[in-house]
């Protein structure tokens, strides 16, 4: 099979390529050259998702490739509230996180409706699910890959094709550190507000992904899943 994870260059992008090694030829894609080299020569494609074209050049290469599988894993957070949100910043976050999924999602298509076979998993959030105060982009978008999700899952069925949402909570990566500085939130207070007082780690969502790309989860379309460590349940 053929596998394309976006957003391969760091955080729960690279731990999910890493955990795909076995299931067969993972592409990765991200801004960084340097940190994609580890996959191999051939293997990566350097992209900006918020250039119409780059974007419209990694669809090119999904085409020539033939991918089975799609993890739309890339995705830019913006901490600030609604009243200082600039055209700019809103044109760049709809770019990465909305529109490049529904874009490689084209791309990858029709090939898997030749196969009869493929799976789409676009990397949420649990902002998309709950909201998020002075993330109004960053939950917006998210949100909208749910709908996608749940749009595509209707369309793509009779095809053997399966698309689903995963929404992850707090991470334990570099951009979920971040995102911590810039919130008002402190760490501590931040695990207090999880019920089980941890953040969730890149391998567990990396283990998700790997289930619904399996047999076993051919049922599975359309589907919102958070993984949060409890998050979303209420307190």
Same mark, same amino acid.
Not at 99 to 119: D, T
């Given at each position: 099979?053929?596998? &394309? ?10 731990? %999910? ?13 991200? /801004? ?17 998702? $918020? ?6 050049? !990694? ?27 600039? %055209?700019?910043? &809103? ?18 298509? $029709? ?46 069925? +009779? ?15 570099? !951009?979920?550190?971040?995102?911590? +500085? ?14 089980? /007082? ?5 391998? +567990? ?6 289930? &619904?790309?399996?047999? +076993? ?19």
């Amino acid at each position: 099979m053929n596998i &394309l994870v976006t957003g391969a260059s760091r955080g729960i992008g690279k731990v %999910i390529a890493q955990n795909l090694q076995s299931y067969g030829n993972v592409y990765v894609t991200a /801004r960084s050259e340097n940190n994609l080299k580890e996959f191999g020569e051939g293997m990566y494609f350097v992209c900006d998702l $918020s250039k119409e074209e780059n974007l419209i050049k !990694l669809g090119d290469f999904i085409k020539e490739k033939g991918i089975d599988i799609l993890v739309n894993n890339a995705g830019d957070y913006i901490y600030c509230g609604i009243e200082d949100t600039e %055209i700019s910043k &809103l044109n760049s976050m709809l770019a990465v996180n909305l529109k490049a999924p529904i874009y490689l999602m084209k791309c990858s298509v $029709s090939h898997m409706k030749k196969n009869k076979f493929g799976r789409i998993i676009n990397i949420g959030s649990i902002s998309g699910v709950m909201g998020e105060a002075y993330a109004s982009i960053y939950s917006s978008t998210k949100a909208g890959l749910i709908g996608l999700s749940k749009a595509t899952g209707l369309e793509l069925a +009779e095809f053997g094709i399966t698309v689903n949402t995963i929404n992850p909570g707090w991470v334990d990566t570099e !951009l979920g550190k971040s995102s911590i +500085e810039d919130s008002e939130f402190s760490e501590e207070e931040i695990l207090e507000s999880i019920p089980q /007082r941890r953040f969730v780690k890149p391998e +567990e969502i990396a283990g998700l992904v790997k289930y &619904l790309i399996s047999e +076993e989860a051919k049922g599975i379309t359309g589907q919102s899943i958070n993984i949060c460590a409890g998050l979303s349940v209420g307190i």
